[in-house]
Nanobody, 119 residues
Framework: QVQLVESGGGLVQTGGSLRLSCAASGRTFRPYDMGWFRQAPGKEREFAAKINWSGGRTYYADSVKGRFTISRDNAKNTVYLQMNSLKPEDTAVYYC????????????WGQGTQVTVSS
């Protein structure tokens, strides 16, 4: 079983930065992709960014491209999301997730961390 634990959320002003972390533990950790998703109040969960665990290839939603950077530390089994130039519309609960093939669903989820951007 895989456990994912996010940290790093908080309250920040518009234009500020935060870095989220997601530490994985459990079974031998060799996911195919790690991703970050977010869910704003009253909205559905949406994709933000993902990274291929072995090759490091990244992919971003248009809404965060150029402002967010996803990275990973394979030795620490940790994935990060550096968020810059934050906007009030980035306010959401942020979740990390893992999947173990390129066609499987995102099977493993963290508990989420709240990010609030004040205007």
């Amino acid at each position: 079983q895989v456990q994912l634990v996010e940290s790093g959320g908080g309250l920040v002003q518009t234009g500020g930065s935060l870095r989220l972390s997601c530490a994985a533990s459990g079974r031998t950790f060799r996911p195919y992709d790690m991703g970050w998703f977010r869910q704003a109040p009253g909205k559905e969960r949406e994709f933000a960014a993902k990274i291929n665990w072995s090759g490091g290839r990244t992919y971003y939603a248009d809404s965060v491209k150029g402002r967010f950077t996803i990275s990973r530390d394979n030795a620490k089994n940790t994935v990060y999301l550096q968020m810059n130039s934050l906007k009030p519309e980035d306010t959401a609960v942020y979740y990390c997730a893992a999947r173990f093939t390129d066609t499987s669903p995102w099977n493993y989820w963290g508990q989420g961390t709240q990010v609030t951007v004040s205007s």
